[in-house]
């Protein structure tokens, strides 16, 4: 039955969830019980999905989920705080942000900026995506 439609028509079928805007990222990407709701880097992280083009969120969504679909309400992205030891403190800023897509959490680095969390996740997708695809 599937086949009635072209490798594009079934990929833009998969993918047609990936719409979103604030109110939805709200909901679908939270930060965990070591985070409080206002902490910084939960925001640039949502402002850097707002910004991203299709592509980008795409293979952000298989990085965090190892899905192609957007996950639900019930199971959404949390962020939680990366582990690191004190020796690491000073180099939060270079160090990459890491998931477990079978929990759908994403450890994000206590990066100092908004351009340095952009710079650090975007490098963390592109290396995945060469990885595995």
Known sequence: ML???SP???????WSDLQWDEIKLE???RPGPMWPEDKEQINWLRKEMLAMDMPQRRAFIKFVTAS???PPEENPIIVHPQVTSRKDMEDWDRKLPTCRTCANYLYLPPYSSHLILQERLGKAIWEEHIAFD
Not at 8 to 14: D, S
Request: aromatic share 6%; net charge neutral; hydrophobic share 50%.
């Open 27 to 29: 909901k679908i990407v």
């Open 8 to 14: 594009e028509e079934m990929q833009q079928k998969l």
């Open 3 to 5: 086949s009635v439609f």
């Open 68 to 70: 192609v679909c957007m």
